[in-house]
C-alpha cells in the first residue's frame, strides 16, 4: 500500500493468483468518503479464436512494466477525484478459468471510478511491457495486438494533451 | 559507447538471447540506426528486425520512437507490440 499524491494505491505485479474481492475490500476498509467503486478482472479463455488453449504465459518487462503501470495510474488520478486505485497483474503460466488482471477504481461518484478504469485498462493493454503467449495442443504462439486496443487508448488521449505522442 | 540491450518476446526468441551488452560503433545516433547496425551482425538480428517497423523500443524503461537519440542511455529494449491486460 502506498499512496500517490491523496491516493491509495497498490500496484503489484505477481506470478500467483489473487481474490479480487480481498484486494478490493482494502479500498473501502475503514473510510466513509467512498461512494463508488468499479472493478475490472481480466481471465484467462479457455479458447483463442475458437480453438481450445491449455494455458497462456505472460512474459514481462520488469522494472518497466511496474513504472509505466504507476505512471498510468498517476495520470489517472490527476484527471479524475480518485480516493484509491488497485492495479495487480499477473505473470508467468495463468490456466484457462484464473484472473489475469484486475484494475479496482475508488471515488466518491461512479463517472470518476468508471472513465479511470477504462483508462488505465486501455494504456495496460497497449502500454504495459507484457507479451501473452499461448499454448495450444499444436505448440504454442505469440498473441498478436489488436489495432481496437490501439483505438481504445487512443481515444483518451484525443481529450488528454499531446505528451504521450512522442512515446 | 556500452549500452546494455534486452529483448523480449519473439524478439528475444529470434535474437536468441534475452539480453546483451554491446560496443555501439560511432555514428549510430538513434534507436533506428541501432537496429539497421544490429540486422547487420548476423542471420539472427536479421531475422529478428526484419520487420523493424513493427518493433517497438524503450530507453532507460521509456517507450521511444525510432527517431529517438541514443546518446547516454543504460538500458535499449526492444521488444513487439504489447499484449498485456
Known sequence: MRYIATMKAI???QREPFDAAVLTSELTCGRSDVGA???FTGVCRGD???ESIA???LEHYPGMAESEIERHVSQAAERWPLSG???IHRYGRVLPGENIVLVATASSHREAAFSAAEFIMDYLKTRAPFWKQVEKTGGKSWIEARNSD???AERWSAVHHGHEAAE | MNVKLRYFAWVRERVGKPEEMVEVPPGIATVHDLMTWLSSRGEEYAYAFDNAKVIRAAIDHRHVR????IKGAGEIAFFP???GG
Open chain 1, 55 to 57: 494455458a497462456l504465459t
Open chain 1, 85 to 87: 486505485v488497485i492495479v
Open chain 2, 81 to 83: 507490440p504489447m499484449t
Open chain 1, 48 to 50: 483463442e479464436n475458437g
Open chain 1, 37 to 39: 467503486m468499479v472493478t
Open chain 2, 66 to 69: 525510432g527517431d529517438a537519440p
Open chain 1, 11 to 13: 500496484i503489484r505485479l
Open chain 1, 150 to 152: 490501439d483505438a481504445a
